[in-house]
């Protein structure tokens, strides 16, 4: 990644809640991208926190970034 398009990767506070939820999604393969918001993914591609792999939807580096920026569940922080 060039240091131009680390520039233009915006903090993971600056995605929506849905963009997010998007966002996890695709970190977690748990959807199909016909089946998520297209408006979230147009913005994420467009932001390039996802691209289109030979397996469907998987986040960039920077994608992954945002995503570990993410808030997490209270719980899912605590170890059992």
């Excluded at 966002?23 to 977690?28: D, E, I």
């Excluded at 932001?47 to 469907?56: F, M, P, Q, S």
């Excluded at 992954?64 to 899912?76: E, K, Q």
């Amino acid at each position: 990644m060039t240091r131009e398009n680390i520039a233009h990767i915006p903090p993971a506070s600056t995605l929506t809640e849905e963009e997010a939820v998007t966002l996890r999604r695709v970190a977690f393969g748990q959807s199909e991208a016909r089946t998520l918001r297209q408006a979230d993914l147009a913005r994420l591609l467009a932001l390039r926190l996802i691209v289109t792999g030979r397996e469907g939807l998987e986040l960039t580096s920077a994608g992954r970034d945002a995503f570990n920026a993410l808030p997490r569940a209270v719980f899912a922080a605590r170890p059992r």
